[in-house]
Structures are given as C-alpha cells and as structure tokens.
C-alpha cells in the first residue's frame, strides 16, 4: 500500500515479509508450550481421578466386608474370588450400583483388584491399584510391593498406586 506525502515521494506502509515470518513464528511457539501445558494438566486430572476412584472403592469394599464378613467373592458373599477389576464390579453391585464402580479415565488402561487368597485368611486382605501416567508424590505413601497380583511398584516407568486393607 502506498501513501502519497504532501511533497510527491510515496511511503510503503504495510508488512514486510520478514516481520510476517518472525510474528507467524512467535505466535507457532506460543501455540506449542500452550498445547504441552494443557496436556500436562489433563495427565494430572486423570492421575487424580484415578486416586479418587480408588478410594471410593475402598469405601464400598469396607461396605461389602460389613456386609458379608469377607472382601469380594460374588454378590451374594459367596465364596469365589474376583480376580480382575470386570469381576470386582460385578461382586459390588451388592452394595453399590454397579454402574457406578469407577473405569479408568482412559479406555487403554484398567484398574487393579486381588484378594488374599491364603488357607484361613481368604477375603480377609486386598489390594486395589491403577497405573498413573506420571510420577507423583503420593506414590511415596502407598504400597510399593507387588500383591495378590496386583502391580504395585513404583519405578519408571511404571508408576502404579496402590491401596491395601
């Protein structure tokens, strides 16, 4: 574009080339750190879900104890164990809607469940986990020993949460 000055000589008014480039180039870097944040707060939010959906079940599993003497066999204080997070979900809906046993946030992953299962001591202990996505400081507060099947260690990059009776 160009303006004409009162003595005849124009003036280019406008952008050049390169300060288009070096604004488009600013404004992709910003675009860039904004989007890693963003996950980062997202891979939080889920870790949290995750340690929150744990302590739910831990509630409706001292429910079942009271109800039936012993953690989860089947939905009638039977004497099957469950041996996967599916078969724990069935087994609460006695004390809780089974529609409501928390799923892990993300359909790639599945929360943990074992019971002991040791002569005498069958349905007396448990152990729930999930596997975070990032290392976190209430990992140093929880069990760090693999039981009952379930992973529990903590070590990169692995980090599994877990809660026990």
């Known amino acids: 574009m160009a303006i004409r000055i ?9 952008f050049t080339l390169i300060e288009l480039l070096v604004t488009m180039t600013v404004i992709t870097i910003l675009i860039g750190v904004s989007f890693g944040a963003i996950r980062e707060v ?3 939010g889920r870790d949290t879900r995750r340690i929150a959906d744990l302590k739910s079940v831990q509630v409706s599993l001292e429910l079942y104890i009271n109800r039936c ?14 041996s996967d ?13 089974a529609n409501k046993v928390p ?20 349905g007396l202990r448990y152990v729930i986990g999930a596997k975070l996505e990032r290392e976190s400081s209430v990992l140093q507060d929880d069990l760090d020993i693999d039981t009952y099947g379930v992973p529990c260690s903590d070590t990169s990059p692995n980090f599994y949460y877990c809660i026990q009776s």
């Open 69 to 82: 003497g012993r953690y989860p066999g089947d939905a009638t204080c039977g004497s099957t164990n469950p």
């Open 6 to 14: 009162s003595n005849g000589v124009k003036k280019n008014t406008g």
């Open 42 to 44: 997202q891979v939080r």
């Open 85 to 97: 997070w599916a078969q724990l979900t069935t087994a609460l809906g006695a004390v809780m809607d």
């Open 103 to 122: 799923k892990d946030p993300t359909s790639s992953r599945t929360y943990y469940y074992g019971v002991d299962t040791t002569a005498g001591q069958e």
